[in-house]
């Protein structure tokens, strides 16, 4: 993911976060360590350590917290992630209630 489209994110505990790219792309991104008061920030940073404008788990690329203290927070991993997957992501974290939760059951008569 180009660091420089980076449009909106959504942080689903302390080690993981949904980033938004252009359009309809998200992406997972895991934290190597957890981010302390990452979950009450609007905003954050992204840092391209090694400046080839791609957010990776590869050349000390990181995100950047500023709660309290400014945290450089190494990337473990990312990954491209369909409309599916953020729902099931969302659910797994807590943030959402599954669709299938929400359907109301009408007895047979």
């Known amino acids: 993911m180009l660091s420089r489209v980076v449009r909106d994110f959504e942080v689903l505990d302390e080690r993981n976060l949904i980033i938004q790219g252009p359009g309809d792309t998200a992406y997972?991104?895991?934290?190597?360590?957890?981010?302390?008061?990452?979950?009450?920030?609007?905003?954050?940073?992204?840092?391209?350590?090694?400046?080839?404008?791609?957010?990776?788990?590869?050349?000390?690329?990181s995100?950047?917290?500023?709660?309290?203290l400014t945290q450089r927070v190494p990337i473990r991993s990312v990954?491209?992630?369909?409309?599916?997957?953020?729902e099931a992501l969302q659910?797994?974290?807590?943030?959402?209630?599954?669709?299938?939760?929400?359907?109301?059951?009408i007895p047979i008569q």
Do not use: K, W, Y
């Open 91 to 105: 659910v797994q974290f807590g943030r959402i209630e599954s669709a299938d939760d929400a359907v109301t059951r």
């Open 28 to 61: 997972h991104v895991v934290l190597t360590l957890p981010a302390n008061d990452i979950e009450t920030e609007l905003m954050i940073g992204v840092l391209d350590n090694d400046g080839d404008g791609r957010i990776c788990p590869f050349g000390g690329d």
């Open 63 to 68: 995100i950047i917290v500023e709660g309290v």
């Open 79 to 86: 990954e491209r992630i369909d409309e599916t997957d953020v």
